[in-house]
T-cell receptor, first 115, second 114 residues
Framework: GDSVTQTEGPVTVSESESLIINCTYSATSIAYPNLFWYVRYPGEGLQLLLKVITAGQKGSSRGFEATYNKETTSFHLQKASVQESDSAVYYCALGPSTNAYKVIFGKGTHLHVLP | NAGVIQTPRHKVTGKGQEATLWCEPISGHSAVFWYRQTIVQGLEFLTYFRNQAPIDDSGMPKERFSAQMPNQSHSTLKIQSTQPQDSAVYLC????????????FGPGTRLTVL
């Protein structure tokens, strides 16, 4: 079936360190999935961080980047230098590219950034 | 655009009582989703509607949970005979077919069953 597996948390890093949250997917029923990272900051609702709909392309937002790698079925989230304000829960997700409705979410990775 | 609206934001019920959660999707969005979020399980899909029709309820506990969408402006999630394990944040999201699967989430309803 379709599924998403991401780094189990919590992940703790110090401010200004680099970060990578791993995400791999299985899309057996979706030929050309769209890939997403969502984020939930403390006290806020879940919101889209970035999305990529074409294999081989990179998405970026708020200093975060993720590259859609169809060969390794991965969509890792990276940031060169994290800030304390990046502390949040991050969800990797995949969805169909046509008739785009149901989205499959990973379990989420809780990130703590130490000042 | 007010975004997805969920009411109430917090609900406390006693074990065995009924809880009804409301969601108003973004105007013009044709798909509405319900999720349950807990620390242990993360974000769990419950059910979704497209153009008010139920499409997939594979995540719904069959016996006590039900969802409806009587019109395009609101959906309800009803939990009968609530149990302590139903305590969670229930999220509603909406989407339109031209948004590449991007979903817009409401703030959630935190349900606490005592």
């Amino acid at each position: 079936g379709d599924s998403v597996t991401q780094t189990e948390g919590p992940v703790t890093v110090s401010e200004s360190e680099s970060l990578i949250i791993n995400c791999t997917y299985s899309a057996t029923s979706i030929a050309y999935p769209n890939l997403f990272w969502y984020v939930r900051y403390p006290g806020e609702g879940l919101q889209l961080l970035l999305k990529v709909i074409t294999a081989g392309q990179k998405g970026s937002s708020r200093g975060f980047e993720a590259t859609y790698n169809k060969e390794t079925t991965s969509f890792h989230l990276q940031k060169a230098s994290v800030q304390e304000s990046d502390s949040a829960v991050y969800y990797c997700a995949l969805g169909p590219s046509t008739n785009a409705y149901k989205v499959i979410f990973g379990k989420g990775t809780h990130l703590h950034v130490l000042p | 655009n007010a975004g997805v609206i969920q009411t109430p934001r917090h609900k406390v019920t006693g074990k065995g009582q009924e809880a009804t959660l409301w969601c108003e999707p973004i105007s013009g969005h044709s798909a509405v989703f319900w999720y349950r979020q807990t620390i242990v399980q993360g974000l769990e899909f419950l059910t979704y509607f497209r153009n008010q029709a139920p499409i997939d309820d594979s995540g719904m506990p069959k016996e006590r949970f039900s969802a409806q969408m009587p019109n395009q402006s609101h959906s309800t999630l009803k939990i009968q005979s609530t149990q302590p394990q139903d305590s969670a944040v229930y999220l509603c999201a909406s989407s339109s077919r031209d948004r590449d699967g991007e979903q817009y989430f409401g703030p959630g309803t935190r349900l606490t069953v005592l």
